[in-house]
């Protein structure tokens, strides 16, 4: 089974302090994991998948596999960084090959100036 | 470039009447499609996914049902809505392989409001 565990609905800063968004899951085989963006009136959209291993945004997150973890990092917070932030999981469900997706509930992030 | 549409974007409901909520992927083709609903709180319950025309898993049971009569048209319906149906509906598509593999683009989403 899948499973994305989120731990904080609310998480809030101040502007130009570090962001740290926690992630944890459940996964048996090798998961691939993202993190998706949600700005006030826009879609749901990528931020970063661990394969890159890129910085977006000034955010990086590094997949812990000891830890089962996944958490999203940014060291100087920015007020258009306020939004809510997903980390989902993507793993092999079935003998079909289909990939299923799987959400954590979601982390508010508000920056305040 | 691949888009995606949903519709409608916003939607009132009585208890006890159908639904048909749609959506469409242009620019790609034989995509995963998947329904899931947002709920503030419980994050994005997977609702539906799809591999291919007239193939439909269900994650969780309900009230709903979805279909896909063509390749790029992915329809959640209902014949008699309930309260709890109340919520935010996202249509999102996923390719099959390549650099964009396994990364989902989502629709703009239908509110659904029963009442």
């Known amino acids: 089974a899948q499973r994305v565990t989120q731990p904080e609905k609310l998480l809030s800063v101040f502007k130009g302090a570090p962001v740290e968004l926690k992630c944890n899951y459940s996964?048996?085989?090798?998961?691939?994991l993202f993190w998706y963006v949600q700005y006030s009136r826009q879609r749901l959209q990528l931020l970063l998948r661990?394969?890159s291993r890129e910085s977006i945004k000034g955010f990086t997150a590094d997949l812990n596999k000891g830890e089962t973890s996944f958490h999203l990092k940014k060291p100087f917070a920015q007020e258009e960084d306020s939004a809510m932030y997903y980390c989902?999981?993507?793993?092999?469900?079935?003998?079909?090959?289909?990939?299923?997706?799987?959400f954590g509930t979601g982390t508010k992030l508000q920056v305040i100036p | 470039s691949q888009t995606i549409h949903q519709w409608p974007a916003t939607l009132v409901q009585p208890v006890g009447s159908p639904l048909s909520l749609e959506c469409t992927v242009e620019?790609?083709?034989?995509?995963?499609l998947y329904w899931y609903r947002q709920a503030a709180g419980r994050g994005l319950q997977l609702l539906f996914y799809?591999?291919?025309?007239?193939?439909i898993s269900s994650e969780v049971p309900q009230n709903l049902s979805a279909s896909r009569p063509q390749d790029r048209q992915f329809i959640l319906s209902s014949k008699k809505l309930l309260l709890s149906d109340s919520g935010f509906y996202l249509c999102?598509?996923?390719?099959?392989?390549?650099?964009?593999?396994?990364?989902?683009?989502f629709g703009a989403g239908s509110r659904l409001t029963v009442l």
């Open positions: 799809s591999v291919g025309i007239g193939q």
């Open positions: 999102a598509w996923r390719e099959r392989g390549g650099t964009g593999a396994n990364v989902l683009t």
């Open positions: 996964y048996s085989g090798s998961p691939e």
């Open positions: 661990h394969i």
């Open positions: 620019g790609t083709s034989n995509p995963n």
């Open positions: 989902a999981l993507s793993g092999r469900a079935g003998s079909g090959g289909y990939q299923k997706v799987t």
